[in-house]
């Protein structure tokens, strides 16, 4: 069974920093692409960033460019989300997701979701 | 603020259809595959339609999805209790280099 387990959430004060992981297994993990998507309660769906199957192509939201990283370590079958210079508008429950795709170059939505982590920035 | 337009909210009483639409532009769906999550209450997302029209394995054919130019649509026939959701449309947007989704659609079996 495909499953993906996210922790590292909690609350932060603005402008502090938070990596979040994601623990993913029943899949080859090394062999997909990878996302975050993150949503205020209440509110949409917000695509976050992305992450190739190579590990070597990134895609960020504008929101999150030049504060958040992500990056995979295959060995470990995690995916990881390094948030800096938090802000309050970042306060949302984050999903990892799996692509369908397992093609390189190639996203193909999402399959299979994570449980969601809240993160809250607040002081 | 999200680039795909969808109805705030649909409803119907058991047995009955609904269709959900999803405005996008030139730069996404015209060029895209589309694709579907439902989001039950207090859950995370599950996919419901990807690559247009294509429903994952268990995913019953009540569900079905369309694209046509910039919009695409889902749509539910027979409405069940357990369909009472909300569902997100989106697919990838090229100028934004992107995965971009839809403002979110409440469906509601009354």
């Known amino acids: 069974e495909v499953q993906l387990l996210e922790s590292g959430g909690g609350l932060v004060q603005p402008g502090g920093s938070l990596r979040l992981s994601c623990a993913a297994s029943g899949f080859t993990f090394s062999s997909y692409a990878m996302t975050w998507v993150r949503q205020v309660p209440g509110k949409g769906l917000q695509w976050v960033s992305t992450l190739s199957v190579s590990g070597i192509d990134t895609y960020y939201a504008v929101s999150v460019k030049g504060r958040f990283t992500i990056s995979r370590d295959n060995f470990k079958n995690t995916l990881y989300l390094q948030m800096n210079s938090l802000r309050a508008d970042d306060t949302a429950v984050y999903y990892c997701a799996k692509d369908r795709s397992h093609v390189n170059g190639i996203l193909d939505g999402f399959d299979c979701w994570g449980q969601g982590i809240m993160v809250t920035i607040s002081s | 603020q999200s680039v795909l337009t969808q109805p705030p909210s649909a409803s119907g009483t058991p047995g009955q259809g609904v269709t959900i639409s999803c405005s996008g532009s030139s730069s996404n769906i015209a060029r895209n595959y589309v694709y579907w999550y439902q989001q039950l209450p207090g859950t995370a997302p599950k996919l419901l339609i990807y690559?247009?029209?294509q429903r994952p394995s268990g995913v019953p054919d009540r569900f079905s999805g369309s694209k046509s130019g910039t919009s695409a649509s889902l749509a539910i026939s027979g409405l069940r209790s357990e369909d009472e959701a909300d569902y997100y449309c989106s697919t990838w947007d090229d100028s934004l280099s992107g995965y971009v989704f839809g403002t979110g659609t409440e469906v509601t079996v009354l």
């Open positions: 690559r247009n029209n």
